[in-house]
């Protein structure tokens, strides 16, 4: 999740450092990089409030088993931003907390899950779909001549089926993939790389090949697939970016002025000591599961300084490269940053 949060953090803050004008005109240092890296803190709520949050998700869960539809309770019930539209949601792996993705990973699409803890809050899901974007695969090409309309004829198909299921057999009984792509596979841009056409993302490949790339498991090996270039075997080698389409209730515990009290006394602790020289990443590390709040570490992150918050630049005007700011407060909890050296 931090890793997940540190990169899409970086994304939207990187920008490269503008000048103010031409003809020689002195750089606006407005449009300056600075380099930094962050800790920040969530509040959580209280073990009893997410004890009880959890208990209403699973009333909840029988009202469901029980016909009440999923969509209408999804409106009434969840704490989630998605309530607005029925607890509808896409999102991408890595977005919610572990607990949450490795539940929502175990289930098979059209499945309703059972209540999913999370250190703030339970959920109930019901997975519509998930779709992975993005496949690598290889392929040994039984290629047939096409005419000048692109189109071959039947008894081409048929000349070179019987080759494609002689090799098909061959790697069912221990052939070597790699090889056999190598030496009888007719697309000469990926048989000098044992049949490797790298990562594709969907839509790039005539779709008999893709729906059958995207089916299969990470190291499966197809029957010989027809398409108008002739018969392929594929092997799908790896999948990711998977996309996951769901209704879902959130269940979120109320954080209250304590927590958040709570929170920002564990964060201007870690600050202390950030000031006096200790890794930031150590810190976050030491705190991982910290009782008092939720420490995310972004590490080494560019910012052009007029897209600073107005709090946060007024700090760093009057900071040198290793100096640490006070605490700050944003909409998702506490933090402060360290002004790095540019690179």
């Excluded at 515990?253 to 929170?263: F, G, I, N, Q, S």
Aim: hydrophobic content about 40%.
């Amino acid at each position: 999740m931090t890793k997940a949060w540190t990169r899409t953090l970086a994304a939207i803050l990187a920008a490269a450092a503008l000048s103010a004008g031409c003809g020689g005109e002195q750089e606006n240092p407005n449009l300056a990089n600075v380099l930094l890296e962050q800790l920040l803190v969530k509040p959580i709520p209280q073990q009893e409030a997410v004890d009880k949050a959890c208990g209403q998700a699973r009333e909840v869960l029988e009202m469901i088993r029980g016909g009440v539809d999923f969509a209408a309770l999804a409106a009434q019930y969840s704490t989630h931003v998605s309530a607005a539209d029925s607890g509808l949601i896409t999102v991408s792996q890595g977005w919610m907390p572990k607990e949450f993705d490795e539940a929502v990973l175990a289930l098979k699409d059209s499945t309703l899950s059972d209540v999913i803890h999370t250190p703030q809050a339970c959920y109930l899901v019901y997975r519509i779909k998930g779709t992975y974007l993005q496949v690598r695969s290889s392929h040994i090409l039984i290629g047939v001549d096409r005419g000048k309309d692109g189109k071959a004829p039947e008894a081409e198909f048929r000349k070179t089926e019987k080759e494609a299921w002689s090799l098909y057999r061959q790697l069912k009984d221990g052939a070597s993939f790699y090889e056999l792509a190598r030496e009888h596979s007719d697309d000469p841009g990926s048989a000098q790389n044992g049949g490797d056409i790298s990562w594709t993302k969907r839509g790039q490949l005539v779709k008999e090949y893709e729906k059958v790339a995207f089916a299969q498991q990470p190291g499966e090996i197809s029957e010989p697939v027809r398409t108008v270039y002739g018969w392929h075997i594929i092997r799908t080698v790896q999948k990711k970016d998977l996309s996951l389409t769901m209704r879902m209730i959130e269940f979120g515990a109320p954080v209250t002025e304590a927590d958040r009290r709570r929170a920002r006394r564990a964060l201007e602790q870690a600050r202390r000591r950030a000031e006096e020289g200790e890794s930031m990443a150590a810190l976050a590390q030491e705190l991982e599961g910290n009782p008092d709040g939720e420490f995310i570490h972004a590490e080494k992150f560019s910012v052009r300084k007029n897209v600073l918050r107005p709090e946060l630049a007024s700090q760093i005007s009057e900071m040198d490269a290793g100096d640490v700011s006070g605490v700050l407060e944003n909409e998702k909890g506490f933090y402060f940053v360290r002004l790095l050296e540019d690179e």
